[in-house]
Every structure is written in structure tokens, then in C-alpha cells.
């Protein structure tokens, strides 16, 4: 006889099961059509572009994600929600990271297990043998891993309670559910084994260990009573199955998002992650977002992705240093205004910008980018600020009265600073270095930057590139006078008119020269040009100096003869490391150099903490609020007690020589840039 088991096996009428399945399921595709509405107030974006790319990441295998990652735990992006891998999270994600992952894979194991006796009982029998006996043991796993998974997210949420968690309770009603559901079919399949496979096969019970041991301790039931039992109890489970999915429909219960983040995974940004969307300035009526309505429709799917985590928050550099603002509260302000605008309430009469947001929040944001980093399901916060960034600009010509400054400056010198008295050439002189207008033969066009122009300390920066591309014979030229903002601070701080002004102007002459490849020394001018410019035609050859000094050091056009010895610690641009994942070559330039010992600070790499510099904010005066964001990261520098920060931007440099500054630390850290290190190692 083969091992197997009749599904209605003691239950009367399980025709009845069928009618509540089909109402059941008919009230939950009703509830997502009802929300789905909801997100089709938002704006077109199309979010189908690489199709092909999202369904291998939605459905990636496991085995290749280990094989070629390396990553314990590692899952695919959609259904294993692959950022939740425990070897990717920082230590002190390693709990929460383990809690999501039980629940999710128990359930996700328990449903498909579901959908399998269903198959096996209406359409063919396959539940039988060896498959049955290996299946009743990963379902009784499965089980068990949910429960664990529960216990511990109880424990979390209500015993050790970290602020970044705001409990409600629909938290608590979903984490019983689970352990309810669990619990109950345990105990069903406790009892129909005492009932049948422990008098008559008792091999195949231990096959469901869980089940087995609770039949032990009903075996002292008799026939009839297990039998009573067993039908009041799978009674009690299916209706709890049944009333929790009914719950989950009607109040749209937390257990949605095991689909919308799904939804929001596949849907997420594929395009460059250092771009944002450009704004037709011809034929939009509105710039920016004022209203709900104003985002697109993905923005809102966003909104009901977020589980509260509060990843983004304990990422975000301004909350950290007490700014007023959140990622997690922003979502979920602008979730509740979403809410807020059904029919059958309307949109309570609070504006968007200054009641849902504050303003101070919008312009708080460095757009460093570390809050999409860490969402586990691909929520875009940043950008959502952005739109309102821009909406405030543009429509209500609202703007901080520094970043006004730095923006006149910009339309009317073509550059953001508006204190400076150098031109565009006084770091050139002596280093006979020639201008396009003078002689435009030449295969790389050294894009300078206005920091690194117009910046009397980042000068030297510029100074110590030029004369590592002509110490490895590198034909290059400058623009010089021609030479405007690249446009990344107008579009920043949300003037996106004249940011496509600046682009207008920059690429007809770039193209008027023939210019195909630029090496530049700034992050902001490398991510502007590199992944924002071909969205308007553009389409050059953009490398960071980082990038192409490592290039020349592999080649071994540049021979490093001596070191500078001492301690340096690397600070990561978020420009630089999580616009574009330029992590590695920085260190391994700093390696090059002898007598340098490379020491990390705590935050490093895609964890790195922001410099205080993005989004504008070099020409933001910082709200006397909290502690400056710069100071912070200049403390975690010390903290490493290394003699050198090195930088690989000029933001990041400015920001780091004010911060040693204000901790008086002069005497014991400096700032530089690699290119400074490594025009001192080759001299």
C-alpha cells in the first residue's frame, strides 16, 4: 500500500469548502481591484521597459544566486526578496533579517503545499509514496519555522521594542494569526494521525514529526472521540483559514504586502539609479507633486509596499543627526493622504506640501540615497521628496534663500558659486594644460567641475589630476572659460528648468567639439553626465578619475615610486558608491601606494554614511537643529584614529576640512583626495 491520504478524509459536505474557497477568493481579488484603483490615481510611468531582466530576477534561482553571489540565505529579488539575505544586512539586521526570513519562507512553503493537495485532489493524484512522505516532512518544517519565526518576532517587536518600530494592532492580530493557523492544523494533523496512521502505518506518521508527537499524546483518546475531535478541530481551522483571509481582505491587513511588495519588486527602477525622471517642460501642467494625484502610479503602489520597517529611517543621515525628517513617516504621511482621497471621504482638505510634508522635511533630504538602499521591497522615498522639491521650486518659487543664491549664481555665471573670485582657468596656471578654443585634438576632455575650479582648497585637486594625466601621457584638454555647471545643483534643488538649460547648452557644445570621452574628479558631474545627459540626446564616454587613474595603474602607465605612509581611512561619495557602485577601485588605488595602512570606518561602502554635501545641500545652510551631518561623519573618522581621510569628491573634501575644523582636529586628521595621494606617491 502506498503512503498517502484522503484529503476530506472524517469531514461530511467538503463540497462546502469549495463555496467558501470560491467566495473567499472572490472577496480578495475584489479588495486588490478596489486598492488597485487607488494606485491608478497616480500619473503613466512605465515600468515594463526589461521585461525580460525583471523575470529572471523575479524568478532567479536560488542555487545560481548562491553560486554566483556567494550569499548565504541568498534568494531571488521577488520571491526571496533577496536584500532580506542575512549575509547582505549589518550585523544588527542579522534578527530582524532572520524573523522575516522564517515567516516568509514558512508560509510561502505552507501555501504552495496548499495548492498541491488541491491539485493533487481535483484534477490528478500525485500525493502518494516517496513524494507524499518527503512532502508531509517539509509542510511539518515549514510549520515549525513559522511558529519559530512568530516567537521571535513577538519577542522583537513587544519584549525588545527598538524605536524604529511603531506598533499597531494589526501587528499584533496578524503575528496570532499566523501562529493560530499554524497551530491549529498542527493539532488537526495531530489528531487524524492518532486516528488512522499511527494504528495502521506508523512508519509514515514519523514522516510528519510534529503531527506525531501530538498523536502520542492523544492516543488515549478513543476511536470515536479522536474522530469528533478531529472534525471540530479541522472545522475551527478551516474557518479561521477562511475568516483570516476574509480579515486580510476587508481591512487590507499587513499580510497584503507578502503580494504588493512582491508587485513593487517587480515594478522597481531598472533605469540608472543616479538619474531622475526628466520633466517635460512643454507639455506638463503641473511640476512636481502637489497633490497625490501628481505622483505616478508606481510612487503610489510604494506606499502600500511599506511594511514600516524603519530601515530607511535608521539610514537616513538627517533623522540620525535630529533633522526633522523620516523616510519611514514620509511614506507613510503620504500613504495616509492617499488614503485620505477616496471617494467616500475626499482628501480632507490638507495640502500635500506644508500639512502631509513639511517643507523643512522635503528640503532636509541629501539625496544620498541610502534609504532606497536598504528597502527590502524598493521603496523611493528620495524621490518622492524630489517631486515635492520641485513642485515648491517651480510652482511656488519656494526655495531656502542660500540655495536661491546658489541657483542666480548658476543662471547668471554659470556656476553655484556666487562668493568666488577665481575664473574657470586660475588652477591651470603653470601647468601648461590647453583649452579646446586653443587646440581641440584630443582623446579626453578633463571635465573640471566648478567645485574643483572655483574652490580654493578642491583646486588642488583638480591641480594633482592634470598632472597625473600628463605624467601617463594622456592627451586631454580643458574647456576652461566654456566651461559651465555640468546642472546636478539646479536639478537638485528642483529648479529642473534651468538644469535642462544647462544640458541644452553643454551638449551642443560638447558635440561642436567632438568630445567622446571626459574623465572628471566629481561625483555629481560624473553621475549627471554619465546616466542624465543621454536623456537628452547625449552620449559620451564619462569616467570618474578614480576609475581611469586605476586603469592607468594596471596598464602601468603611471608607476607608483614612493609612499606616504601612515593611516587612511576612505570615505565613500554616495555619488560615487551608491549611485554607482564604485567601491572597490578607490581602495585598490590606496592600496597601490606603499607604506599606507587602509582602515574602514564603521560605515563603509553601500552602509556609508553621507557627507551632508547632496542634494544641494553645499549651498544649504544647515538648519541649527541637531547635530551637523558632517561633524558626525568627521567623528566616525576619528573614531578609526586614522591620520588621513581620503575623498574621492569635492563635496565629500569641503565638507571634511569644515568638520575637522569645528572638532578642532586639525593637528591630527586631514583630508585629501586620492588624486592628491597619489600625485604625492608618483612625484
Given at each position: 500500500m502506498e503512503p498517502s491520504r484522503e484529503v476530506f478524509w472524517n469531514i461530511p459536505l467538503g463540497v462546502i469548502v469549495d463555496v467558501l474557497a470560491i467566495i473567499v477568493a472572490s472577496i480578495l481579488v475584489w479588495a486588490l481591484w478596489r486598492r488597485a484603483r487607488l494606485w491608478r490615481l497616480g500619473g503613466p510611468e512605465n515600468r515594463l521597459s526589461y521585461l525580460g531582466r525583471r523575470l529572471r530576477a523575479f524568478l532567479g534561482s536560488l542555487v545560481v544566486d548562491i553560486l554566483l553571489h556567494r550569499k548565504f540565505l541568498g534568494v531571488a529579488e521577488g520571491l526571496g526578496h533577496r536584500r532580506l539575505a542575512i549575509k547582505d544586512l549589518r550585523p544588527r539586521e542579522f534578527y530582524p533579517g532572520l524573523i522575516h526570513f522564517l515567516i516568509f519562507s514558512g508560509v510561502l512553503v505552507l501555501f504552495l503545499g496548499t495548492v498541491l493537495v488541491s491539485a493533487s485532489h481535483y484534477f490528478f493524484h500525485f500525493l502518494e509514496g516517496s513524494f507524499y512522505l518527503g512532502f508531509s516532512l517539509a509542510l511539518d518544517i515549514a510549520g515549525l519555522v513559522v511558529i519559530v519565526g512568530v516567537v521571535l518576532a513577538v519577542h522583537r517587536r513587544y519584549i525588545q521594542r527598538p524605536a524604529r518600530l511603531d506598533n499597531k494592532g494589526d501587528d499584533l492580530i496578524t503575528l496570532l494569526l499566523l501562529l493560530a493557523l499554524v497551530v491549529s492544523g498542527f493539532l488537526v494533523e495531530g489528531l487524524r494521525i492518532a486516528a488512522t496512521e499511527l494504528k495502521t502505518n506508523p512508519g509514515w506518521a514519523l514522516w510528519s514529526p510534529v503531527g506525531y508527537l501530538l498523536a502520542l499524546g492523544f492516543s488515549g483518546l478513543s476511536q470515536a472521540g479522536l474522530l469528533i475531535w478531529h472534525r471540530v478541530t479541522w472545522w475551527l481551522h478551516m474557518l479561521l483559514s477562511m475568516g483570516a483571509l476574509v480579515y486580510v481582505a476587508l481591512y487590507w491587513n499587513r499580510l497584503w504586502h507578502i503580494v504588493v511588495a512582491t508587485l513593487n519588486i517587480f515594478f522597481r527602477n531598472l533605469e540608472s539609479r543616479g538619474a531622475l525622471r526628466p520633466i517635460d517642460l512643454e507639455q506638463t501642467e503641473t511640476f512636481g507633486a502637489a497633490k497625490i494625484e501628481d505622483f505616478s502610479w508606481k510612487h503610489l503602489l510604494d506606499l502600500d509596499a511599506c511594511t514600516r520597517c524603519g530601515r530607511c529611517q535608521d539610514s537616513c543621515p538627517a533623522y540620525l543627526s535630529g533633522k526633522p525628517l523620516s523616510p519611514k513617516k514620509t511614506v507613510q504621511d503620504l500613504k495616509a493622504s492617499l488614503l485620505a482621497r477616496t471617494a467616500d471621504s475626499g482628501d480632507g482638505g490638507?495640502?500635500?506640501?506644508?500639512?502631509?510634508?513639511?517643507?523643512?522635511?522635503?528640503?532636509?533630504?541629501?539625496?544620498?540615497?541610502?534609504?532606497?538602499?536598504?528597502?527590502?521591497?524598493?521603496?523611493?522615498?528620495?524621490?518622492?521628496?524630489?517631486?515635492?522639491?520641485?513642485?515648491?521650486?517651480?510652482?511656488?518659487?519656494?526655495?531656502?534663500?542660500?540655495?536661491?543664491?546658489?541657483?542666480?549664481?548658476?543662471?547668471?555665471?554659470?556656476?553655484?558659486?556666487?562668493?568666488?573670485?577665481?575664473?574657470?582657468?586660475?588652477?591651470?596656471?603653470?601647468?601648461?594644460?590647453?583649452?579646446?578654443?586653443?587646440?581641440?585634438?584630443?582623446?579626453?576632455?578633463?571635465?573640471?567641475?566648478?567645485?574643483?575650479?572655483?574652490?580654493?582648497?578642491?583646486?588642488?585637486?583638480?591641480?594633482?589630476?592634470?598632472?597625473?594625466?600628463?605624467?601617463?601621457?594622456?592627451?586631454?584638454?580643458?574647456?576652461?572659460?566654456?566651461?559651465?555647471?555640468?546642472?546636478?545643483?539646479?536639478?537638485?534643488?528642483?529648479?529642473?528648468?534651468?538644469?535642462?538649460?544647462?544640458?541644452?547648452?553643454?551638449?551642443?557644445?560638447?558635440?561642436?567639439?567632438?568630445?567622446?570621452?571626459?574623465?572628471?574628479?566629481?561625483?555629481?558631474?560624473?553621475?549627471?553626465?554619465?546616466?542624465?545627459?543621454?536623456?537628452?540626446?547625449?552620449?559620451?564616454?564619462?569616467?570618474?578619475?578614480?576609475?581611469?587613474?586605476?586603469?592607468?595603474?594596471?596598464?602601468?602607465?603611471?608607476?607608483?615610486?614612493?609612499?606616504?605612509?601612515?593611516?587612511?581611512?576612505?570615505?565613500?561619495?554616495?555619488?560615487?558608491?551608491?549611485?554607482?557602485?564604485?567601491?572597490?577601485?578607490?581602495?585598490?588605488?590606496?592600496?597601490h601606494i606603499p607604506g599606507i595602512r587602509l582602515v574602514e570606518m564603521a560605515q563603509n561602502r553601500e552602509r556609508g554614511f553621507c557627507c551632508g554635501a547632496g542634494g544641494g545641500h553645499l549651498w544649504l545652510e544647515e538648519q541649527k537643529v541637531g547635530q551637523r551631518i558632517n561633524e558626525m561623519r568627521t567623528e566616525q573618522a576619528l573614531a578609526t584614529r586614522a591620520e588621513v581621510i581620503a575623498t574621492a569628491c569635492p563635496y565629500c573634501l569641503q565638507m571634511f576640512e569644515d568638520g575637522i575644523k569645528s572638532k578642532e582636529a586639525e593637528e591630527r586628521l586631514k583630508v585629501m583626495d586620492i588624486a592628491e595621494l597619489v600625485i604625492q606617491a608618483v612625484s
Open positions: 490638507r495640502e500635500l506640501i506644508g500639512e502631509v510634508v513639511q517643507e523643512d522635511e522635503i528640503w532636509n533630504c541629501t539625496t544620498c540615497y541610502a534609504c532606497q538602499e536598504v528597502c527590502p521591497v524598493y521603496i523611493e522615498p528620495m524621490v518622492k521628496l524630489l517631486e515635492m522639491r520641485r513642485n515648491l521650486v517651480l510652482e511656488r518659487a519656494s526655495i531656502p534663500e542660500t540655495g536661491e543664491g546658489a541657483l542666480k549664481s548658476l543662471e547668471a555665471r554659470g556656476h553655484p558659486w556666487r562668493g568666488t573670485t577665481l575664473s574657470r582657468t586660475d588652477w591651470a596656471q603653470g601647468l601648461d594644460i590647453k583649452t579646446l578654443a586653443d587646440d581641440s585634438d584630443i582623446d579626453i576632455l578633463f571635465w573640471v567641475g566648478c567645485t574643483q575650479a572655483l574652490e580654493e582648497r578642491s583646486t588642488r585637486v583638480a591641480q594633482a589630476i592634470a598632472r597625473i594625466l600628463k605624467l601617463a601621457g594622456v592627451n586631454f584638454g580643458i574647456l576652461g572659460v566654456e566651461e559651465v555647471c555640468c546642472g546636478d545643483p539646479a536639478r537638485r534643488l528642483g529648479n529642473e528648468y534651468l538644469f535642462q538649460l544647462q544640458v541644452q547648452g553643454n551638449i551642443e557644445l560638447l558635440k561642436n567639439y567632438g568630445i567622446r570621452k571626459i574623465v572628471t574628479g566629481c561625483p555629481h558631474c560624473y553621475n549627471t553626465l554619465k546616466h542624465e545627459y543621454p536623456q537628452f540626446g547625449a552620449g559620451f564616454q564619462v569616467i570618474h578619475h578614480t576609475e581611469f587613474i586605476a586603469s592607468l595603474l594596471k596598464e602601468g602607465r603611471l608607476g607608483i615610486l614612493k609612499g606616504s605612509g601612515g593611516v587612511i581611512t576612505y570615505h565613500d561619495s554616495c555619488y560615487l558608491g551608491r549611485y554607482n557602485d564604485i567601491y572597490e577601485l578607490p581602495r585598490q588605488i590606496l592600496n
